[in-house]
């Protein structure tokens, strides 16, 4: 049982953390592996959407997420954060991409920034799992096909279902009036006024 | 028959202690000044957002009490036991005071000793470390008596201490201080009959810029991989080697390792969260304390003649 940290504070991520990392097989150990992961971070910043392998994704996603929430946290005069930014992005030009484009797109957000996505796996290929990472709000057309308009969706099936109920009672309402208007010459206003109430209820 | 033990004992603290918490554990006010800023600029957006608010737990609570944080470590979390624990440590902090300490501390321990003449030990001695969380938290006093160097390792919330007094608050630069079991005796070496030393309401905690002197090599650890700012000669007992095997171990990219970080701590979110439950007893202990340190300062002056 060890005591937390203390000493930095730092905001609770939205994605799922894997309790340990994954060491990312790499012949330098830990520096290789994070030199690794600066790679995918910056193109990640870079592309606002990349394919890759699943594993380097998933551990790229959470260093991705720390380093945009720590620059809405501390802004752009914060020195270590200036520090961290320069170490993760090895293009210096999204440095300034990070503070002027991203934080203000991700100052109010409840969700996540980057989302994920598992992709096919090419036949045969590598074996290895493959998923695409993005930044939330990207200019790209989405990913999922958008199934709001599918016929089977129950909620398209009951607003089916009531547009056909309308369209029947208007019908039945249009055709009353037509009855009315034709026996009208007949009788009396009063008389037709009384049939048609009962339908306008 | 130990389950229903501790069933019985939960039964009847929970509902009471739950209770009174849900009532006062956060303001559901916006703070004041935030009032008046959104006054005199009536456009400012998100007004009710919970960041407008102030939050009413002093953000040096996580200095003060940092074992009521739990363990970061994912695989031993367990939030019912982790808040049975903070009731069992409010608890235990209503029968005794146990004073705001950091590591470089000067203290003094009285607990519970069958052996002893007069069946309590009092310990002085400067706390060189503290660790563990929760009921286990614990810290080890070290002092040199009769030329013996002594350490003692307290658990803060052991039933069998008496009294913590805090002789000298105050913190040095390094986090633990295990490098004064290889230093010159002089530096881990306090008078037992010790005054304390009041410091002032409100003032911040002083950092003691000592540097103690090392005696020679063979030592307990490698100090010199360890990068202590709290040590003088270092430099004068390594020799070539010891410094290329310490620049080997040296992990300069650990800084930009935020997932590991990220790991190794509470995020702010929950350390809100854990402070706000325990936000009030705590503070109402703390005045307390004050009170009673006031009476404490006034003494009757005698009749000498």
């Not at chain 2, 039933?159 to 633990?176: A, H, M, N």
């Not at chain 2, 201080?177 to 881990?188: H, Q, T, W």
């Not at chain 2, 990219?253 to 706000?276: C, G, H, N, S, V």
């Amino acid at each position: 049982m060890n005591q937390a940290d203390v000493s930095k504070l730092i905001s609770q991520l939205r994605i799922v953390v894997r309790p340990k990392n994954r060491n990312l097989k790499n012949p330098d150990g830990p520096e290789g592996r994070l030199l690794k992961l600066r790679k995918t971070v910056t193109a990640l910043v870079k592309h606002e959407r990349i394919e890759l392998y699943y594993n380097r994704a998933d551990e790229a996603r959470g260093y991705a997420e720390l380093l945009i929430s720590n620059a809405i946290r501390h802004g752009d005069r914060h020195k270590p954060t200036m520090e961290l930014a320069d170490y993760w992005l090895l293009e210096k030009q999204l440095v300034h991409k990070l503070f002027k484009v991203l934080v203000p797109r991700y100052d109010n957000y409840n969700v996540s920034y980057t989302r994920m996505y598992k992709a096919p796996r090419d036949y045969p290929g590598m074996y290895y799992k493959k998923s695409v990472l993005e930044l939330r709000g990207n200019p790209y057309p989405t990913l999922c096909a958008d199934q709001t308009q599918n016929r089977n969706l129950l909620h398209n099936v009951l607003l089916d279902e009531a547009r056909k109920e309308f369209r029947r009672e208007k019908v039945a309402d249009l055709a009353n009036k037509l009855n009315v208007a034709t026996e009208a010459p007949k009788k009396t206003v009063e008389e037709s006024s009384d049939t048609i109430k009962p339908t306008a209820i | 028959m130990n389950v229903n033990g501790f069933c019985r004992i939960v039964s009847k603290k929970l509902p009471q202690q739950f209770a009174y918490k849900r009532i006062v554990t956060f303001s559901t006010k916006p703070a004041q000044q935030q009032q008046e800023a959104t006054v005199s600029t009536p456009t400012l957006p998100n007004n009710n957002t919970p960041a407008a608010r102030k939050p009413i737990v002093p953000g040096h609570y996580r200095f003060v009490y940092p074992e009521f944080l739990p363990d970061p470590k994912v695989q031993w979390r367990n939030t019912v036991r982790e808040k049975l624990e903070r009731l069992d440590m409010l608890a235990r902090r209503g029968q005794v005071d146990l004073p705001e300490f950091y590591v470089g501390s000067i203290l003094a321990v009285t607990s519970s000793d069958p052996h002893a003449a007069g069946k309590t030990s009092r310990f002085v001695g400067i706390c060189i470390h503290r660790e563990r969380c929760g009921l286990r938290a614990r810290f080890i006093l070290r002092n040199v008596i009769d030329h013996q160097g002594m350490e003692v390792l307290y658990e803060l919330y052991d039933p069998t201490i008496q009294k913590v007094e805090v002789l000298r608050l105050e913190k040095r630069l390094d986090d633990s201080l295990f490098y004064l079991r290889d230093a010159l005796p002089e530096f881990s070496t306090f008078d037992e009959n010790m005054e304390a030393e009041h410091l002032e309401e409100g003032a911040p905690v002083p950092v003691n810029d000592i540097k103690v002197v090392l005696r020679p090599r063979p030592w307990l650890e490698r100090w010199e991989r360890q990068n202590l700012l709290g040590v003088a000669n270092i430099e004068q007992y390594i020799k070539d080697k010891h410094r290329k095997s310490a620049a080997k171990v040296q992990k300069p990219w650990e800084k930009y390792d935020l997932m590991k970080q990220y790991r190794a701590t509470i995020p702010e979110e929950e350390q809100k969260e854990i402070f706000a439950e325990v936000h009030t007893e705590l503070h109402t202990l703390e005045l307390q304390r004050k009170r009673n340190k006031r009476k404490r300062s006034f003494i009757k002056p005698k009749q000498l003649a």
